[in-house]
């Protein structure tokens, strides 16, 4: 009989082609025994039941002297108050004809260019005051506040400009502090530059500008100097601060019923732990997603809203100790609820790690007046209840 090469090279083509368009593993399924295939599979929070808490508590002391952004006023709970030194350096040009009385400060200002608001920004104000004691951004403490405050010398604004919507608030000091302030740039002779205390005298809003840890340099506060020789010439010089602070205080603020509370500026945070008994040993944590719902009605954010919170890994509760070398997850802000990934916590937790629980705070802290209040774990609707969603692979 005499073989058709090309019909027989014709059929396997098609059988190759009409196995390979089968489902790729209807083949290997046969081979692979049921137990140790890998499955996807989910549990929450919700569906689950799993037990858990929330609660808030107030971290003993922050640190401001490296915020990007300088707190000022007063809202709600909150007080703070704003510390500038400003660096003098005169060119030869005015330096040398000033030293010999040839040219006079004519006049001198303040300016600040706000870049965050909470609250009331028309009827805004605040005073002036000399700062006589020595005192360190980096090294505050309590004993370096209350020599300030218990040295600090009387009102020394003089006039206020600012109206509301403005990109500037333009404000002048006492000329006899400055003009001591030039001298002793050139003349050790004098007293020393301690700079001025900003102190709010309004109630119902907070103003923030640009500290010396942040850029632009434009925007910094700026000392405005114009020296005159008389019918000669008028001649501007300026100082940016070389040392800067703001110190905010006040009293936690009452939660409602069935919420957790956090608050930026004095250290309001949350404390979160999810039993994870219900859920099966020996699995990979493919992705866990936590999510946590704002209350609202008693949520207040300021002009740059706070976007994320920052979830920490704690290695006790109690003394709700944070474990940094596990780093710390951003939930971002997603409509009326906060939400990101802490897929390692959850992994380290099932791998052995004692669950301690997390820490949740504000990533804007020091540099905002916000207040983020969650549902906590006993609201009474359990799906608003703070929840955690693990996508995990089993065999």
Known sequence: MKINYLSLLFISLIAIFVSCSDDPNSVGNVLVPDKD????????????????????????????????????????????????????????????????????????????????????????????????????????????????????GANILESLEYTPGDSVIKFTIDNNLVESWVKKSFDESFPENYGILLAPASSNGIMGFQGLTNFPNNVYPLLHMEFEKEGKFIDTVYAYPNLDLHLPTGERLSEPQNTVLLQSSIGVRGKLKFSLDNVPENILVNSAILDLQIDELN?????????????????????????????????????????????????????????????????????????????????????????????????
């Open 299 to 395: 949520t207040f954010q300021g002009t740059i809203k706070t976007d994320t919170v920052a979830v920490s890994f704690l290695s006790d509760y109690n003394s709700i100790t944070v474990n940094e070398d596990f780093g710390r997850y951003p939930l971002f802000l997603k409509g009326s609820k906060y939400s990101g990934e802490i897929r390692q916590f959850v992994q380290r937790w099932l791998d052995g790690e004692k669950n301690e629980g997390l820490e949740i705070k504000l990533s804007d802290e020091n540099r905002s007046a916000s207040i983020i209040t969650f549902l906590s774990s006993t609201y009474p609707v359990d799906s608003l209840k703070p929840r955690l969603t693990i996508y995990y692979s089993s065999k």
């Open 37 to 152: 295939k890998v499955k996807s599979k989910v549990v929450d929070s919700y569906n689950n039941s799993f037990e858990q808490s929330f609660i808030s508590f107030q971290k003993d002391s922050l640190f401001f002297g490296s915020s990007s952004r300088l707190l000022l006023g007063s809202y709600k709970n909150i007080s703070s108050e704003a510390l500038m030194a400003f660096l003098i350096s005169l060119p030869d040009s005015i330096e040398v004809p000033y030293d010999s009385n040839l040219v006079t400060l004519k006049s001198s200002w303040i300016e600040l260019y706000p870049n965050y608001w909470i609250g009331d920004s028309v009827n805004f104000n605040f005073t002036a005051h000399q700062i006589n004691t020595s005192w360190n951004a980096i090294e505050i403490n309590d004993d370096t506040v209350n020599a300030i405050h218990t040295t600090l």
